[in-house]
């Protein structure tokens, strides 16, 4: 005969990082239940696609159990951005329209349009959760205690959670405790003397962030950091790191999708300049050319709907009709959410080309990174965790387009890119995982520059903990 708590299960939460809620001043305003069980019913379905699940009209399926969530300790609530400070005059920092300049955690983008200005969203943080899930179907609550703890090592909460945000772990089911493990994730690192990271930003004193909030700056321009290393790189005053993914692409004879951006737009002679300049050999990104066709590499690891490729402030080796030709945007037109596809307009580029007439959209209107960053804080150290996701299928169906844009004016566009479309974020990432002791040869810093110690102290401790 079943007993009451086979009916329901009790779990206490521990929370890393804040989460980014669009209803922080309401009373207790955490994690939300209506993110919480689809999450969770997509996690269990996909486990076990026998599971008795109700089907909507929409396509979504649920399973039969509902979810309470109770906050255990007083919810700290703080904002997203803070006033910078002028470091000469020592009042706070504004642009040139009076306006205050802000510094936010590395891996968000400001809060900007006019509803973020009516609503900012908010950091909300309650360091122990209560869950409470109950259901009749006591094999149901079976299942869901054998996979909770998988279920929260590999899923974040609310905005912005692949790279960190509303990070939360199972510390004891019922009265007992649960063992921490990396049960469901890939890799992980290490953030060594997270007190000593300097973050570029220096905060107004009469309104300076609090110790949650410095914490977290630090930490997150940690993984910022990280990540920049696998997609973007790094080309900043005292260090410069080529990414992971042009090595990548270069061990699979693919060119650099930026050096066939430059090709196109800048001119085959300023990218000989900027060889000749930088003494550039053909492994480098500027140098290595490829007889395969040109693909989309850079993008899979997230798509970028535009590149601001400013003028250069100073590079004297460069002739004046290569320096004119840069300050423009890159785009990927996309469609917009409430566009029909029906319409013609709606397919078309709010632009047109010169010789070609109105340019049509992109299908894929975003693309998320392929990895999950787990932050977790054990024993006093914080580890980061990594998830590699599959890449949906569809972004290797389309073409793409790209617009140089130039005072609003479509100057010049590349047709029928690709993705390439061998590429996997694990093979990619185990290509990572066995080259990773070669960072050291991927920067150009002084030796005790502190992005240079930070960078090489994280893979250093990168480990793989998925067999």
Known sequence: MPRDNDFTLELTLRQHTPLIHFQADQPGATLRATELKPKLDRFLLKKNSKLPARKHPNGHQSLDYKIFIEPLEEIEVFPLEYPLMNNKTQEMKRDRH??????????????????????????????????????????????????????????NFGMRQSKGFGSFTVEKIGTET???????????????????????????????PGTRFKTMEKLFYAIHRFHQTLRSGINENGIYVKPWIFFYAKDKGIQWDKKTFKQKFLGNSCVKEQKEHHNATKDSPIGYQSDQDNYLVRDLLGLSTNQLWRKPFEAPYMSKDCINKYGFTLRH??????????????????????????????????????FIYKPVL????WY??????????????????????????????????????????????????????????HIKAKKDNQKHLLIQSMYQSLQKVHP
């Open 98 to 155: 009076g306006n205050t300049v802000n510094g936010t955690l590395s891996t968000f983008f400001a809060n900007m349009g006019p509803e973020w200005k009516k609503k900012p969203k908010k950091l909300v943080f309650c360091p122990n959760t209560k869950v409470t899930i109950s259901s009749l179907d006591t094999e149901l609550i079976r299942i869901i205690r054998e996979n909770i703890s998988e279920f929260f090592m590999t899923h």
């Open 178 to 208: 649960v063992e921490q493990n990396w049960n469901g994730l890939d890799y992980c690192f290490q953030v060594d003397n997270l007190n000593q990271i300097q973050t570029p930003n220096t905060y107004y004193k009469h309104k300076a």
């Open 333 to 370: 037109p996309k469609k917009k959410k409430n566009s029909s596809n029906t319409s013609k307009s709606a397919d078309k580029y709010p632009g047109s080309h010169p010789k070609k007439g109105n340019i049509p959209l992109n299908k894929i209107k975003r693309f998320a990174s392929p």
């Open 378 to 381: 054990k024993n006093g150290v």
């Open 384 to 441: 980061v965790g990594i998830a590699t996701k599959k890449i949906p299928p569809e972004l290797f169906k389309h073409n793409f387009i790209l617009i140089k844009e130039s005072s609003r004016n479509v100057a010049d566009m590349i047709e029928d890119m690709q993705m390439y479309p061998k590429f996997t974020a694990s093979d990619f990432f185990k290509f990572v995982y066995d080259k990773r002791q070669q960072i050291a040869n």
